[in-house]
């Protein structure tokens, strides 16, 4: 990232940028067209002349230690900056300033970027400054970093106005120790930290240097003498001073970046009569400021004396200790130039791009003194502009409320506009676009304005300005180029970067919800795993829903309507959110969420109003229509695991969700840990199983009530394992049916029930017809009935001998489909049989549109007993319904002759249960039906 944000701003900066890296020679891997210009070589002379002097044509003498810095860099991150005396092909000299940062190039080689200076009118300027007004001896006076005393100085000025002007009056001296500057550099960069602390000098010295004492005695602590103290209300005057100076100053765009000030307070001379001892107790009450809350002072007094050991505590040894590198040139004391090449270096180091830049217009505005600094920038249509950044003076309105009145497309469109004084009539009568205007200058009370616009591959993308709201203005060659060099750096990264944001934004979104996608999701997840990872206590969980089925509404009210409602969903849960949530919609209709909580009561709280919001969803097609959802709940353990696996569980916990037909929240226990694992090994087992045969078919007979003779069977699949043993059908067919290996299992089946078909034709048996179970894959599987009749041709055998079984689940999904391909089937001559009907899916209309040929009449009627009077009636009349639709009744799970009675007085057909015979292997069936 580091690498395309330099690459990124680097054409359009008004110095030498340049990286090279150093194997024993100097190679040079980029340089800048401004970089050529101002060495006055081309690249061709270059590259000879990097080999051999390190691309520096300087005198002999120097060159061995720029050499040196730069090796010496090359194992190190320190920043360096020097200058040196740089020799053109004229012989003329240069002074150049270099300012050199090791990085990891895109190649994942070290390598060093500098960026070039030409500081030659400068020093030519400084020279002359120095040795006429003697400067130079009192910059050894100041901390070089912000222009107020060093700590030595301050003491002896303090020392010595105490001893003579101020020995008959009463002073406080206050220590200022800034606090959170340390956490602004760490999250922002040393170098925004540098200009935030920059800044606060800067409005100190605004507001108090004239009348008193000011000096740094540390990173970042200062003093302030405050002379002629009338009163302790008169100290908290100048606390609130103080305080108010830190409330102005930005710091950053999140909150917890804000820097505030402990102020400690002693008195002279009740509290000392000379400086060390004032700045003792000072000292000690600042400590037990710092103790009581942010942003708050102490006056010292004998309390504190008692309460706190000095000697564990005293700032007075740590002060002289600079903590942060003040690598922020105060161009307040320099050419503009070089100023503007430190805001470059602050926007190019700064971690977050919004502070850096508001940051820059900060000190912009307040180097220049200007109103307000801005840049507006093009929406996506180019129809008109917003305020993306703005700072402004004291007592200055922004332009963003009158802004949102008038709407424009901008008047700098041709880069440069400027007007020094708009109550002029003939400046605004320029243009018909300025005539326009005006009014809404007059709104924000513009009196002066200079505006450069930006522009990429020719299209016009916005602007930075400069208002003076307080009087006309004549603008400086030096405030308009200025203006113009901070325009093309900051509007390059500004357009390069909103581009890449772009792709981010593809890369990270999800298309349809506008949500997080996977990805990103994922990248922040991480994280949060990570953090528990460290020990930290912090209870999350994972959860995992999806819709009932979804498909069926797609089915029936269309693909809008269901992407429809996935955007609802993701909006209520947004609605919910907040910084310690993280949701995704995961694939189709399953959504992720990962949320930190308190405990399981309130976390079922929240998810119960989250499924109170997203359970009903409204609109023209669908009425007022309940969604029913599948909620799989994991709470994270500090156990190691990683983020797939947290995920993987949560998806487990919601498939156990899946068994019931309503809303249901399931937790994740190991024992779905263990289920998954014998589903896998199941999983493994089942190729080579269908291979060795170790699937074997057993029938059922279906038994005439009326005769006792048996009209049929029902195949069904068991699994004798060489490894397992005998296997239940409930253990594998379901995870056939999950994995789709059901769909070679059911072939298979077919197989050996057309070769035993086969067979006892063959024989001159009495034939019957055998039904075999139609596993829902097939449903959607437009080959399945050519196979079909592939298998009765292989085998020369009668559709009319196989039967086809559905569930009644089945109907609940595509049912056009399913009457569709159940109409095919039953014109090719095959039988079709509905299982488990009245399991609770039964639908009286599906008895009117399918061609059933069977009814199988679901055992738990059965189960409830046939003394039930109502049972009873439900019984009689589904029969009797069947019968005069032109079906036959086969009904399951008779194990009672008392049950067998009743069904035959209710003119039921056939029977099957343990009352006649179990499932059994082929010998044994045919031993039974042939007996």
């Known amino acids: 990232m580091e690498n395309s944000k330099f690459l990124t701003i680097t054409d359009d900066i008004p110095c030498g940028i340049a990286q090279f890296s150093y194997d024993g020679t100097f190679k040079l891997s980029y340089a800048n067209q401004d970089f050529f210009e101002l060495m006055g070589y081309t690249k061709e002379e270059y590259d000879v002349l990097f ?22 860099q090359n194992c190190n991150n320190k920043k360096v900056k020097f200058e040196y005396e740089h020799i053109m092909p004229d012989k003329t000299i240069k002074s150049i300033a270099i300012s050199s940062k090791r990085v990891i ?16 009118d400068y020093k030519k300027k400084q020279k002359i400054v120095g040795l006429e007004t003697g400067q130079l001896e009192d910059h050894a006076k100041l901390d070089l970093f912000t222009g107020v005393y060093n700590k030595v100085t301050v003491a002896e000025v303090i020392g010595a106005y105490l001893k003579s002007t101020g020995k008959e009056s009463r002073h406080a001296l206050m220590i200022i120790n800034i606090d959170n500057l340390r956490q602004i550099n760490e999250e922002v960069g040393h170098l925004f930290g540098d200009a935030v602390l920059l800044d606060i000098l800067t409005e100190l010295k605004n507001e108090f240097m004239e009348a008193e004492i000011i000096g740094r005695v540390g990173g970042d602590d200062f003093v302030i003498l405050f002379k002629n103290i009338q009163s302790i209300s008169h100290v908290e005057e100048k606390v609130n001073a103080v305080s108010n100076v830190f409330r102005q ?15 400690g307070i002693a008195l002279f001379p009740e509290h000392g009569s000379d400086y060390q001892t004032l700045f003792q107790n000072a000292d000690k009450a600042l400590y037990e400021a710092k103790n009581t809350k942010k942003g708050s002072f102490e006056i010292y007094n004998k309390r504190i004396e008692q309460s706190i050991s000095y000697s564990e505590h005293s700032a007075n040894s740590q002060l002289g200790k600079v903590e942060y590198g003040n690598q922020l040139v105060d161009y307040q004391k320099k050419s503009y130039m070089l100023g503007l090449i430190n805001m470059f270096e602050l926007l190019f180091e700064t971690k977050d791009i919004h502070s850096g830049i508001h940051m820059v217009l900060s000190m912009l505005g307040k180097h220049f003194d200007v109103s307000r600094v801005y840049i507006f920038e093009n929406d996506r249509l180019n129809t008109t502009m917003n305020i993306t950044y703005e700072w402004r003076n004291k007592g200055i309105e922004s332009r963003i409320k009158k802004h949102e009145q008038f709407r424009y497309y901008g008047v700098a469109k041709d880069r440069l506009f400027c007007i020094e004084d708009l109550s002029d009539p003939a400046a605004t009568q320029a243009t018909a676009a300025t005539q326009i205007l005006k009014s809404y200058w007059d709104a924000c009370n513009i009196k002066a304005i200079l505006q450069y616009g930006f522009c990429e591959n020719g299209d016009f993308k916005g602007t930075i300005g400069f208002d003076e709201c307080r009087a006309p203005r004549k603008w400086t060659q030096e405030e308009i180029d200025s203006l113009m060099i901070v325009a093309k750096f900051i509007a390059s990264y500004l357009v390069k970067m909103r581009a890449q944001k772009e792709i981010e934004k593809l890369a990270y979104t999800d298309a349809l919800t506008g949500m997080w996608n996977l990805n990103k999701f994922k990248l922040h997840a991480k994280r949060i795993v990570g953090e528990m990872m460290t020990g930290k206590k912090l209870k999350y969980v994972m959860i995992c829903f999806d819709i009932e089925k979804f498909r069926y509404v797609n089915d029936t009210f269309g693909f809008e ?7 609802y969903i993701a909006m209520q849960i947004k609605e919910l959110s907040n910084a310690e949530l993280l949701f995704t919609r995961m694939t189709a209709d399953q959504f992720l969420i990962l949320s930190k909580y308190e405990d399981v009561e309130a976390l079922m709280e929240w998810l119960k109003m989250l499924h ?5 969803f409204t609109c023209s097609k669908t009425g007022r229509y309940k969604l029913i959802f599948h909620y799989g709940i994991y709470l994270l353990k500090n156990d190691g695991a990683s983020l797939n696996t947290i995920i993987d569980k949560a998806d487990i916990a919601r498939s156990k969700a899946r068994s019931t037909h309503d809303t249901s929240f399931v937790f994740y226990n190991d024992v779905f840990r263990q289920n998954l694992l014998r589903e896998k090994e199941i999983e493994d087992l089942a190729d080579n199983a269908l291979k060795t045969k170790e699937f074997v078919v057993y029938y059922q007979p279906k038994v005439e009530l009326s005769t006792g003779k048996i009209r049929g069977a029902e195949a069904l699949v068991r699994w004798i394992s060489s490894s397992k043993g005998f296997m239940s059908p409930g253990d594998f067919i379901p995870v056939f049916e999950k994995n789709g290996f059901i769909a070679k299992m059911d072939f298979y089946v077919f197989e050996l029930v057309y070769a035993s078909l086969r067979k006892w034709i063959d024989l001159g048996h009495e034939v019957v017809p055998i039904s075999v179970n139609l596993s829902r894959v097939y449903l959607t599987d437009r080959t399945f009935i050519d196979k079909l009749i592939e298998l009765s041709n292989k085998y020369n055998v009668p559709t009319k001998y196989i039967e086809l079984e559905l569930t009644e689940s089945v109907f609940t999904e595509n049912i056009a489909n399913i009457i569709e391909l159940m109409k095919s089937l039953c014109n090719l001559g095959f039988a079709i049989s509905i299982d488990d009907f009245g399991s609770g899916y039964s639908s009286l209309k599906l008895l009117r549109d399918l061609p059933v040929d069977y009814l199988k009449l679901d055992k738990e009627f059965l189960d409830n007993g046939t003394e039930n009077v109502r049972e009873k ?41 343990y009352l006649y015979a179990k ?12 007996k």
């Open 51 to 72: 080999e051999d002097t390190c691309g520096m044509s300087v005198e002999k003498s120097e060159v061995q230690r720029i050499q040196a810095m730069i090796k010496s």
């Open 105 to 120: 190039d895109e190649n994942g080689q070290v390598a060093v970027r500098g960026i070039f200076i030409d500081i030659t």
């Open 249 to 263: 100053v930005y710091s950053g765009e999140k909150q917890a970046q804000r820097v505030f000030c402990n102020l």
């Open 561 to 567: 309507v269901g992407d429809e409602i996935l955007r």
């Open 612 to 616: 109170n919001k997203i359970k009903y």
């Open 873 to 913: 009636i439900i019984i009689e009349n589904v029969i009797q319904m069947a019968k005069r639709l032109g079906m036959k009744v086969v009904s399951e799970g008779v194990e009672t002759a008392q049950q067998a009675e009743f069904l035959k007085r209710c003119s039921c057909d056939l029977a099957q249960g």
């Open 919 to 930: 499932p059994m292997p082929l010998t044994e069936f045919e031993k039974l039906m042939w």
